[in-house]
């Protein structure tokens, strides 16, 4: 899953209309608490790379997981929501 994740964002970033559905699907693997840590991180990388807009709403929901703590996943997730100022409505 990974590995899909990873090349999902490669082949969005080489297209120039850019795919909303694959970008929607790795926003969802990013906050589905079910999904594999490194498949999650995979999508962050990839939409963060993407420079996609709905980045912080995936965020914002990736940050409520509790299952994420003091993983590596949830200090990306932290780093990307100071650098892009994300506001949180909890």
């Not at 082949?11 to 999650?40: F, I, K, N, T, Y």
């Not at 709905?54 to 929501?81: F, P, W, Y």
Request: hydrophobic share 40%; aromatic share 0%; glycine share 8%.
């Amino acid at each position: 899953m990974s590995a899909s994740a990873r090349a999902a964002g490669k082949l969005l970033a080489l297209s120039e209309r850019g795919d909303q559905p694959a970008r929607s699907q790795l926003a969802a693997l990013l906050g589905d608490e079910d999904g594999a840590l490194e498949a999650r991180t995979e999508a962050l990388r990839a939409l963060v790379a993407l420079s996609d807009p709905g980045l912080d709403s995936a965020l914002s929901t990736a940050v409520r997981d509790g299952h994420l703590e003091e993983t590596g996943l949830i200090k990306e997730i932290e780093k990307e929501i100071r650098d892009r100022k994300v506001r949180l409505n909890l």
